[in-house]
Structures are given as C-alpha cells and as structure tokens.
C-alpha cells in the first residue's frame, strides 16, 4: 500500500470520527450532555473544516483511482479533480469568511 493510499484511509477514518462529532453535538445543541453554547460552537465552527479537508483529499484521491481504473484521459481526469478542488476551495474560504470576518 502505498503512502497516498494510507493517507486516504487515514482521511476516512478522521470523516468518521467528525461525522459521529456532527450528529452527537446537532442533537445535544438543547444541551442534554454538554451546555448548548459549547454543542453549537463545536457543531458549527469546529468541525466543518476539518470535515472539508478531509474530504478533499480522500474524495479526490478515490476520484483519480476511478479515473485510472476508467482509463480516463489524463487531461480530463486532471482538469475534473482541479475543478473539484477548486470548488471545496471556494467553500472554504467563503466560510471562513462568513464565520470569521463578516459582521
């Protein structure tokens, strides 16, 4: 196996554990286990970043591992994964943007 490979899976095993965060802190935003300001804080801010990048990495290495199995193009498998890329990019800065500069 080898190093992308492994970081790939790695990537899955971190969506996982942030996913499982996800739903545990959306459904204790009424503060069950923890104070609501907390549950929203982690719910909202915390973890969608690391969702995102982790997704990034794992969703576009399994896409150029399609494409090869497909026999793709090189320029258009290339050309898919930059736009993919690009668009998580977008994403991310516009959230970060909306969280952290907008007032």
Do not use: E
């Amino acid at each position: 196996m080898n190093l992308m490979s492994r970081i790939s899976r790695i990537c899955a095993w971190i969506l996982l554990a942030v996913f499982a965060l996800y739903v545990i802190t959306g459904f204790d935003i009424p503060g069950r286990f923890l104070s609501p300001q907390l549950s929203t804080l982690i719910h909202l801010k915390l973890l969608l970043l690391p969702a995102v990048l982790a997704f990034s990495f794992h969703a576009s290495y399994a896409m150029s591992q399609a494409f090869k199995r497909w026999k793709l193009r090189q320029w258009l498998s290339v050309a898919f994964i930059s736009l993919f890329l690009a668009l998580n990019a977008v994403f991310v800065a516009y959230y970060v943007y909306i969280q952290f500069f907008k007032q």
